[in-house]
C-alpha cells in the first residue's frame, strides 16, 4: 500500500506477544506455531520459582502456557498485561479463578488431551494388579520362578469415579475391549454412552461395594476433595483395588494408607502424588500391595502434542481477541 506522505512503502507491523511456557515438555510444533503468530516465547518453569518471582516472572506477559505451578491471587495482580492461562492438561485445582477472573484472565484446559493416554495406562494398571504382573517380574529378576494365579480383566466389575473425558475412554476400553461389567457415578450421568456401552450409573456407595476395581477418574474441586475416606474405603470389597489417575486429594491419603495395611482391601495402583515428586520412603508406595508410578498416565508423545497445541491454539485465540474453547471460569458471564 502506497505512503500517503510519499515516502517509501511502510511494511504493517504485526502483533507481538511475551508468551511464557511453564511446561518442561513443550512440542516443536507448537513452538512454532506461537512464534508464527507474533508470540515470543520465553521458557520459565514457574513451578519451582517462589511466590515473589513468580510475581516477578509474569509482568508484561500476555499469555502463559501453564504446567503445575500455583496461581494465587498475589500472582494474577502482578500479571498487569496477562489475558489467559492456558493449561496443557485438565486439572486446573492449582489456579485460584475467583483472582483470575476477578483480573479478567480466561483460564483454560485441554480436557481432550489426555484421555487416551490415561486410560490406556489405567487398563494397564488394572492389568497389571489383577495378573500381579509386577511382583512375578521383580520375584524373576531376584531368581524366583513363582508363577501367580490372577483374574481376567472381561470376568469382574469396573466402577468408574468420574465419566468424563478420561472416564468415557475407559468404560469403552474395559468394557468394549474386554467385555467388563461396568458401574459409573458421576455428577452429570451420559446417559448416550450408558446406552451405547452398556454402562449403568449407580450411586457411589453401591459402586464401592459392587465393583472389583474402582477407578477415579474425576477433577479435584469442592465436591470431590477427600471423596475416598476410610468410611467409603471399607464399603469396598476386600478383594478389590482402588487404582488413582486423577488427583491425589481426592483420596484421605492417611485413611488410604491404614486401610491397604490392614489388608481391607487388596491392593491400589496410584499414579498421583502430594507432594510430587514423593518424598523417600513415602509410606504409601512402600507397602508391598501399592503399585505406584511417578505421575506418568498422560505421558505419551501423542498425548502430550495434542494438550500442547490445543493450549496454543486458545492463547493464539485469545490474544487475538476471541474466546477460548475450553475455559474453566466465565469473564463477563460468557463461557
Same mark, same amino acid.
Given at each position: ?6 515516502? +517509501?512503502?511502510?511494511?504493517?507491523? !504485526? ?26 516465547l520465553l521458557d520459565i518453569y514457574l513451578k519451582v520459582l517462589p511466590e515473589e518471582k513468580r510475581c516477578t516472572a509474569v509482568r508484561g506477559i500476555d499469555a502463559v502456557i501453564a504446567g ?27 489456579? %485460584? ?18 484421555? +487416551?493416554?490415561?486410560? %490406556? ?16 517380574a521383580q520375584g524373576l529378576k531376584e531368581g524366583r520362578w513363582e508363577p501367580l494365579s490372577g483374574r481376567e480383566l472381561g470376568t469382574i466389575t469396573v466402577g468408574v469415579i468420574g465419566v ?21 457415578? %458421576?455428577?452429570? +450421568? ?9 454402562? !449403568? ?17 474425576? +477433577? ?5 476433595? %477427600? ?5 467409603k474405603l471399607r464399603m469396598m470389597r476386600k478383594d478389590a483395588y482402588l487404582i488413582n489417575v486423577a488427583r491425589p486429594g481426592i483420596v484421605v491419603k492417611t485413611d488410604l494408607v491404614e ?60 490474544? !487475538? ?15
Amino acid at each position: 500500500m502506497p505512503n500517503p506522505s510519499g515516502g +517509501p512503502e511502510l511494511e504493517t507491523e !504485526k502483533p507481538f506477544f511475551n508468551v511464557i511456557n511453564a511446561l518442561e515438555h513443550f512440542e516443536r510444533e507448537a513452538r512454532d506455531y506461537l512464534a508464527q503468530n507474533g508470540c515470543k516465547l520465553l521458557d520459565i518453569y514457574l513451578k519451582v520459582l517462589p511466590e515473589e518471582k513468580r510475581c516477578t516472572a509474569v509482568r508484561g506477559i500476555d499469555a502463559v502456557i501453564a504446567g503445575g505451578e500455583e496461581w494465587s491471587e498475589k500472582v494474577f495482580e502482578a500479571a498487569d498485561k496477562l489475558k489467559i492461562v492456558a493449561r496443557s492438561g485438565t486439572g486446573y485445582d492449582k489456579v %485460584d479463578l475467583t483472582g483470575a477472573t476477578r483480573r479478567g484472565v480466561w483460564v483454560t484446559n485441554t480436557p481432550g488431551g489426555p484421555g +487416551p493416554a490415561v486410560a %490406556d495406562f489405567a487398563v494397564g494398571l488394572i492389568l497389571c494388579l489383577l495378573r500381579n504382573i509386577p511382583m512375578m517380574a521383580q520375584g524373576l529378576k531376584e531368581g524366583r520362578w513363582e508363577p501367580l494365579s490372577g483374574r481376567e480383566l472381561g470376568t469382574i466389575t469396573v466402577g468408574v469415579i468420574g465419566v468424563g473425558n478420561v472416564g468415557r475412554e475407559i468404560v469403552r476400553r474395559v468394557r468394549g475391549g474386554f467385555g467388563s461389567k461396568v458401574l459409573g457415578y %458421576d455428577a452429570y +450421568p451420559d446417559q448416550n454412552l450408558a446406552r451405547q456401552e452398556q454402562v !449403568k450409573y449407580v450411586p457411589l456407595d453401591e459402586l464401592l461395594a459392587e465393583s472389583n476395581v474402582v477407578v477415579l477418574a474425576v +477433577p479435584l474441586n469442592e465436591e470431590t476433595k %477427600d471423596l475416598i475416606d476410610r468410611r467409603k474405603l471399607r464399603m469396598m470389597r476386600k478383594d478389590a483395588y482402588l487404582i488413582n489417575v486423577a488427583r491425589p486429594g481426592i483420596v484421605v491419603k492417611t485413611d488410604l494408607v491404614e486401610c491397604l495395611r490392614a489388608q481391607e482391601i487388596a491392593g491400589a495402583a496410584v499414579d498421583v502424588h502430594d507432594p510430587a515428586p514423593s518424598l523417600p520412603g513415602d509410606p504409601l508406595i512402600q507397602l508391598p500391595n501399592v503399585l505406584g508410578t511417578p505421575w506418568a498416565a498422560f505421558y505419551t508423545q501423542e498425548a502430550v502434542r495434542r494438550m500442547n497445541m490445543e493450549a496454543a491454539r486458545q492463547v493464539l485465540s485469545v490474544l !487475538k481477541g476471541g474466546k477460548p474453547t475450553f475455559p474453566v471460569n466465565s469473564l463477563n458471564g460468557s463461557q
